[in-house]
């Protein structure tokens, strides 16, 4: 298979629109069997619940060239299962999960001339995401959904790829406690829009939020989770039920204990015992694992040890041992990868 003529290694985190994408809908209380399409719009009913009251929930994961020139999905599982726990938050019906897998190895399979080489450091990000689209003016939630999948090529999340960020601690809330950040819903994201451009504007690359009920504790960033390092390579990660499950997070603390031997917490994490980390980094499907050098608290400046020139020694042997598996350069725990072809 030809793969697209694309500028694989200046690509961003954008969209490129692709050429296949997977639709199904939900009626009369069942989804219906599903379809690849090459229509990339949505036509929807101007009270369409999505459009109303905001219901929606989604995914990312992504899809990778391996060395030996497979395509590989990274433990859509996992994500599968993320999405069920996400729609029955917003009593949204589940898409099923074995369908939920099938429908993005589909999508991958359809797009496959968009799967970046492998070496480029590029990926194909992978959007699941369901809506309510009937009619719903009364707060009640909608009856009729659809769930899509599209792919778009993506470089790295943030300018500069593997250069250390510089954050600051945000005035705002991005999860309430007993709220919805636990689950990946546009909701989330939509509340955390002023705040990432209010950030922006003032030239920090992401927020760090702090818990709203006590403002002590780190929660995570708009898109990723935390991941500390100790001065004696402890991995540590803030635990929370406001925050998103990572998939990325849950595999890293595995693979810092399985592959690389070293202790991980998974705690509660107050800000005051930041200044005392050797390295931080932010973890996600998009962000991968990207660095932080620096966080801005109100003008206090926490500077990490492992500076503002590359990553940390212990971030960079996670960063490499994690993409060496997505990679297929590394054996990959049971399951980790699905072969798509
Ligand atoms: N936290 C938030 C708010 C996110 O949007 C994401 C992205 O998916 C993550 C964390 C990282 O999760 P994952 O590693 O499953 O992509
Ligand atoms: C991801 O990492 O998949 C995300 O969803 C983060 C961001 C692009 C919203």
Known sequence: MEKKQIDWSNLGFGYVQTDMRYVSNFKDGKWDEGELTPD??????ECAGV???????????????TEDGHIVMFR??????????SARRLE????????????VAQ??????????PYGSGATLYVRPYMFGTNPVIGVKPADEYQFRVFTTP??????????????KVSDFDRAAPHGTGHIKAGLNYAMSLHAIVTAHEEGFAENMYLDAATRTKVEETGGANF????????????????????????????????????????REVFFDEVKDFAECGLCGTAAVISPVGKIVDHGKEICFPSGMDEMGPVTKKLYETLTGIQ???????????????
Do not use: C
Request: glycine share 6%; no cysteine; proline share 7%.
């Open 51 to 65: 459009l109303q009251y905001a219901q929606t929930v989604f995914e990312g994961l992504k899809a990778y060239t």
């Open 154 to 167: 993506v470089g790295p999340y943030f300018k500069g790829g593997a250069k250390p960020i510089t954050i």
């Open 107 to 116: 999508t991958v399979k359809a797009n496959a001339a968009y799967v970046p």
């Open 227 to 266: 991941i500390f390092v100790t001065k004696d390579n402890k991995v540590v990660t803030p635990k929370s039920d406001s925050i998103l499950p990572s998939i990325t997070r849950r595999s890293i603390l595995h693979v810092a204990k399985e592959y690389l031997g070293l202790e991980v917490e998974e």
């Open 92 to 103: 949204m019906p589940v898409f099923p999960e074995d369908r939920f897998i099938e429908a």
């Open 40 to 45: 990339a719009n949505v036509v929807l009913n």
């Open 76 to 85: 859509p599982d996992l994500n599968a299962k993320r999405m069920a726990d």
């Open 327 to 341: 990679m297929g350069h590394l054996e990959a725990p049971e399951g980790w990868l699905k072969v798509v072809e």
